[in-house]
Every structure is written in C-alpha cells, then in structure tokens.
C-alpha cells in the first residue's frame, strides 16, 4: 500500500486501508503505540493492563522489615506488570 503523510490539525497522519487492518486483526477504536525505530514507525495494538492496586495498606502487617509506602506501591506494581506482560506474550 502506498499513502502520503497528510495533516491533520497540529499533526500528521496516514491512512491505513481497512485491508491491511483486518489482515493484522486491528479496527477502528483499538489503542495503539507508536514508536520511532532505527527503519522506520512501529504501530503496536496495546492491551488493557491491570489497574494500580494499593497494596500497601492489604499488605503491612506481612512485611517483616519497614517498608516505605512508596516502596510497597513500586513492588506491587512491578509485580502487576511482570504477571501481565507473562499472560500477554
């Protein structure tokens, strides 16, 4: 397929063709990421990650050392992450 970067308000865009979408199972209304790489524009279909939970407060009187709230949140939250990244791949 070849397109032409248009502008689109502040921005550009292309278009994609419905083909090429529905041939890498993507529609209108899917949230994507799009990065800068050394060849060229990577567009990636993005899937729901897990809300933050607030661990902390659920997990205090487990922890057998001090751990800061801040602490707590970022090891909760890394976790989070790790376990979809491990449904998502």
Excluded: F
């Amino acid at each position: 397929m070849i397109t032409t970067i248009s502008k689109w308000g502040n921005s550009q865009g292309v278009r994609i063709s419905n083909d090429i979408l529905k041939s890498i199972g993507y529609s209108k209304g899917d949230e994507v990421s799009v990065t800068a790489t050394e060849d060229g524009i990577l567009i990636q279909k993005r899937t729901k990650q897990p809300k933050e939970l607030k661990a902390a407060g659920i997990l205090k009187g487990y922890v057998k050392r001090h751990i800061s709230d801040e602490e707590m949140e970022n090891a909760w939250k890394n976790a989070a992450v790790e376990k979809w990244n491990e449904k998502n791949s």
